[in-house]
């Protein structure tokens, strides 16, 4: 069964590369996903790792917990689910209409 590892604290010159050379190191790596900002393309300083077994992913979580990479100290543990994320606006809570998010005020008649 495959187990999603999330590394936090990951120094912005790693790369998918050095992730899987360094997880290696414990058992089969499956996939990596390194994260980038949207606007700089940089890597945001944290990745999944999937490893092959459950054993595999707590072998590389004592291994590396704390493990020094390029000067920074890793976070190392399992991956949570993500929360299911709701509608982006505000409920009519017995209102005629929904209440507008940002942008420009409405304007009243006659003006």
């Not at 997880?23 to 949207?38: N, Q």
């Not at 709701?86 to 009519?92: K, N, T």
Request: glycine share 10%.
């Amino acid at each position: 069964m495959v187990a999603r590892l999330f590394v936090g604290n990951l120094p912005y010159s790693a790369t998918e590369q050095t992730l899987r050379e360094l997880f290696g190191e414990v058992g089969t790596v499956r996939e990596v996903v390194l994260p980038t900002d949207r606007e700089t393309g940089r890597p945001r300083g944290f990745a999944f790792v999937e490893m092959a077994t459950e054993a595999e992913a707590t072998a590389a979580i004592h291994r590396f917990e704390g493990h020094v990479l390029d000067g920074r100290r890793l976070r190392v543990n399992r991956a949570e689910e993500r929360a299911e994320r709701g509608p982006r606006f505000l409920p009519y809570r017995g209102r005629e209409r929904p209440v507008r998010m940002g942008g420009r005020p409405e304007r009243k008649p006659g003006r």
